[in-house]
């Protein structure tokens, strides 16, 4: 191997470890960002961020392009850098409505888009514990938080709670609490699935956001206390609007 060869064989490695050292530091910022450690709403200077990571500048800013590519903040001249967004984590440890999980950080909002009832898929019926031909209702919603889009909401609901539901008011409450006024019991456990998944055109206008972004893509099962499952969901969640956590624990 030439000289030549062996000099960009190094530089290669170094802008690699660099990337990676960017990625780390990003990381602990984001999570920082998201658990509001800059009560002000502007991150520390690169000077200070430089010896809190020991990193180099560059590293710093790089870490710092990155979590502007994420739109999480934004440079602002004379300040630094600043947050811009806001993320709502949304727990894995109860069973909890949109409204009833980020109560406290604004004001939930339900656009109606569509319901109707009609005869659902095999797939479908089967989750729902229905037999074939048995109609199910459904409501699409766009859910917003403080006014800005946060998720776009398809639930499939068995048809003697979902009809009388139709007749309730959805833009001001969650599904889940009107449910368990309607069957007289609370709801048990949900069974869901999460992935990600790119933004066709319909979401992403809908959702406000760039087409082919990626979404978090929940399906959720519901089913009352006796067992029943009710209510079958699929819901897409803006990727920069929302953060998951969970205790998980080990057992034999």
Request: aromatic share 4%; proline share 5%.
């Amino acid at each position: 191997m030439t000289s030549e060869n062996l000099a960009a064989v190094d530089l290669g490695d170094v802008r690699r470890r660099r990337a990676d050292r960017a990625r780390q530091v990003a990381d602990v910022l984001r999570r920082q960002v998201v658990n509001g450690a800059f009560g002000d709403g502007v991150l520390p200077a690169e000077a200070c961020l430089v010896r809190e990571f020991a990193a180099s500048r560059n590293t710093v800013r790089d870490a710092l392009d990155l979590l502007r590519g994420e739109g999480l903040i934004e440079r602002c001249p004379g300040v630094g850098s600043v947050v811009v967004a806001e993320k709502y984590t949304h727990g894995f440890e109860r069973l909890l409505g949109l409204g009833e999980t980020l109560k406290g950080h604004g004001e939930v909002t339900n656009e109606v888009r569509t319901t109707g009832s009609f005869t659902p898929p095999q797939e479908i019926s089967d989750r729902l514990a229905l037999p074939p031909g048995e109609p199910v209702v459904y409501i699409e919603r766009l859910r917003r938080i403080g006014g800005v889009p946060f998720s776009l909401d398809l639930t499939y609901i068995v048809g003697d709670l979902g009809e009388p539901l139709l007749e309730e008011d959805l833009v001001h409450n969650d599904v889940f609490v009107l449910l368990e006024r309607l069957a007289g019991q609370p709801l048990g456990t949900a069974e869901m699935t999460m992935e990600a998944v790119n933004a066709d055109p319909h979401s992403a206008a809908v959702l406000e956001t760039p087409r082919g972004t990626a979404l978090l893509m929940a399906e959720r099962l519901t089913r009352l206390a006796d067992g029943r499952p009710v209510d079958l969901e699929y819901i897409r969640f803006r990727g920069d609007r929302i953060t998951m956590s969970g205790t998980l624990r080990r057992t034999t």
